[in-house]
């Protein structure tokens, strides 16, 4: 059993989805989503474990031997990444039933915790894989179910938006198809450790350039990396509320694992730095993300489009960890993944609450529920305060390890750049906060209550998770600082 | 060398005319064609690549020593399922777009969510 654990963890909420559809009853449903995903979440423990006890663990599938077969192959960057999906989902699902009953008409219910299962799978299978074709196929699994359940949304500006996301995700997928290719082309082979040690031979040649080149901007259109992240916005704001938290916590983050693992562990570092001015590139952009994104959020009233822009703004972020191509700064960047799904879950989690209480989350509408929904909206608050970085709270590590990073490069300007980027932060944060605790509440909204447990039980674990992570950073750092020392070559 | 590579023309033609469909037409349903078109290309892509000049079918056969690659093949099956997931998707929802904002022009759609947008924000200024 415990040979077969990388499989497993792909494989348990593959297999859950078709079984949800013969179940068909939206408790009993509800119930076995919850356990597949809970039981994915106790995989990726016991996986984070072993490789941090006895190093990389290769599975070959069907016993297939590696460059032939398809290879699972978990090391500590895979592991971490499967420790936050599986738990940002497994803590989202326990609120899933009761906000989906006002959100999502009875009878897609099932289809609703299928199509969730199903982008899982897909996001814990781009992560697993050693295979680069693999990746593409569970990209487009996640991608085409995450398009049906944005569409589930309850307003029509929500087909809009997956319509939109549809097309420019498709573009992405297929580059990266194309980049397979090409890579497949030069070299033979799919295997990523395989990749690894025959593209340095023919690294100087066009097409591995252009295999490069396409990669990069399929990946950046996935992690909706400024400029390419006009499809983020409305997908997350329109979509249902549990899938907005979902996706707000974990979609980018697989981007920006696929990012990594092609560009440091396949191409290999010298190629994608020292052939091709990555860093520059990314930096500007990073920066150039983090402030319009940030400035863009300060103009909405609707209180999800902030938090999306937000987003967009933290990935900002950790390409400028990513561009930095140390070991520090690549550390920042696993560090702010992992502190982003904390943050960002616990945000949209208690927004999912308050559509439920009083069905929108326009910030007018927003009035005063600081004193009728005290709990739900104390954890926005905390969650804010962790997205400006104050201490105490896990955003505050991340930009400490980001801006020490930044330091040891002698980059002042930039690490300038980036606390004044976490100003940005304050005015958003400070507009929710202004109008949630000083204003006097709607007529329509005064008997609102505070929003029920199903909700405040996850909600509040994302927080305190937040809090303690903030606190005691030892597992989070010490499992970033090995996987970025890893992908560097040098053994913890 | 033109003619060699004449596969690879065909390519990146068809890639570009899809991608320039995608962006230039503002019909929903031009869009799926032009993305069809544009991911074809890449399957034609795959298919070329496997090609090995003089070989056959890769079936094991008295006095045939070489063989075309297979693997591209049977992964662009892959894709093309994909490709085929993906289309029905994109339509499908052309079709709810289609009931509830009764265009599928992408301009027309834009425009219906501006004008809510510019009298839900009235609405709240005289409120």
Known sequence: MITHLPILQVIVPLMSAPICLLLNRAKLVWLFSLLASGLAFVISILLLQQVMISGVISYELGGWQAPWGIEYRIDKLNAFLLLIISGISTVVLVAAQTSIEKEIPKDKHTYFYVLYLLSLTGMLGIVATGDAFNVFVFLEISSLSAYALIAMGQKRQALWASYQYLIMGTIGATFILIAIGLMYQMTGTLNMQDLSHRLPEVAQTRTVFVSFAFLIVGVCLKLAMFPLHLWLPNAYAYAPSIVTAFFAATATKVAVYLLIRFTFSIFGFSFSFATIPLQTLFMALGLIGIFIASATAIYQNNVKHIFAYSSIAQIGYMIVGFSLSTAAGLTATLLHMFNHALMKGAIFLALAAVIYRIGNVELNNLRGLGRQMPLTMAAIVTGGLSLIGVPLTVGFVSKWYLLTALVEQGWWPVAVLILLGSMLAVIYVWRIVEVAYFKAPLDENIKVKEAPVSFLIPIWTLVIANIYFGIDTRLSVQVAQGAAQSLFGVSP | ?127
Do not use: C
């Open chain 2, 1 to 127: 060398m033109l003619i060699g590579l004449f596969n690879y023309w065909i390519v990146i033609i068809l890639m570009m005319i899809g991608l320039y469909i995608v962006i230039a037409h503002g019909n929903l349903i031009k869009k799926i064609i032009g993305l069809t078109i544009f991911q074809t290309s890449v399957f034609i892509f795959y298919i070329s690549i496997a090609k090995v000049d003089g070989g056959t079918a890769p079936i094991l056969a008295d006095g045939i020593t070489q063989y075309s690659n297979p693997l591209p093949h049977v992964l662009i099956l892959t894709a093309i399922v994909v490709g085929i997931a993906t289309t029905a998707l994109g339509l499908s929802l052309v079709v709810r777009i289609k009931e509830t904002y009764h265009s599928i022009e992408e301009e027309e759609i834009q425009q219906q969510d501006n004008e809510e947008q510019q009298s839900k924000n009235k609405a709240e200024e005289s409120a």
